[in-house]
């Protein structure tokens, strides 16, 4: 029974270039859910989707940031054009509801180091 | 925006010690999770606390809800090489499609 599964697991990037991130959440589990963690922080909520839907993107950086869980395929985190401060470990949670008593299960990260 | 903040940042201890962090709100939590995150690792999910006053154990970690669900503290009793981690709580909003806001998080160390 696979967890939430995240790739890659490290990413180096220049500046400028593109990074993308993906998510595939835990079988049953249709919401997803992206968290940022700089170093030596906390987790800082980024966006909520379900499937084919935005539900909450708050946490989103204005500008080069995107997020989309297709019908079919994984959960892809999307950072334009980036930037030394976009340096951080990007986590995907899922679970397969809201319901107050559904924790949310974490995938190993995407370590993303901008150079 | 609402912050939760954690009391101590760091913790070092010996073996055999007690430990414990605490989690403040400047606002009522409707509820409060705590997770554990190994150096390196993912945050993963410990326990959820949703009464006022409610406590909870599992082994040697007690977990304990304020009356005034404006608080909560992780106890841990005799910590051992593999407490070592950071430990977060955060607040599950249930109005907001369950999304969570961390703590700070404290980070513990355990010597031998």
């Known amino acids: 029974n696979a967890g939430v599964m995240q790739n890659p697991r490290h990413l180096v990037r220049r500046r400028g270039q593109e990074a993308r991130l993906r998510c595939s959440p835990m079988k049953g589990h249709s919401h997803v859910y992206w968290y940022r963690q700089l170093p030596e922080e906390g987790l800082k909520f980024m966006v909520y989707?379900?499937?084919?839907?935005?539900?909450?993107e708050s946490g989103m950086p204005k500008e080069r940031f995107s997020a989309e869980f297709p019908k079919e395929g994984p959960s892809i985190l999307r950072i334009q054009q980036v930037v030394r401060g976009d340096s951080a470990a990007y986590f995907c949670a899922s679970s397969p509801g809201t319901a107050s008593n559904q924790p949310q299960h974490f995938g190993d990260g995407t370590r993303l180091s901008i150079l | 925006g609402q912050q939760v903040m954690q009391i101590p940042q760091y913790q070092h201890v010996q073996e055999g010690e007690d430990f414990t962090t605490y989690c403040n709100s400047s606002?009522?939590?409707?509820?409060i999770q705590w997770y554990k995150q190994r150096p390196g690792g993912h945050p993963v999910f410990l326990i959820q606390l949703v009464k006022s006053g409610e406590v909870k154990k599992q082994k040697r970690l007690t977990f304990q809800f304020g009356e005034a669900k404006k608080n909560s503290s992780l106890h841990i009793t005799a910590t051992q090489t593999t407490d070592v981690g950071t430990y977060f709580c955060a607040e599950s909003l249930t109005g907001g499609g369950n999304k969570l806001t961390f703590g700070t998080g404290t980070q513990l160390k355990v010597e031998l």
């Open positions: 989707l379900q499937k084919e839907n935005i539900i909450d």
């Open positions: 606002t009522t939590l409707s509820n």
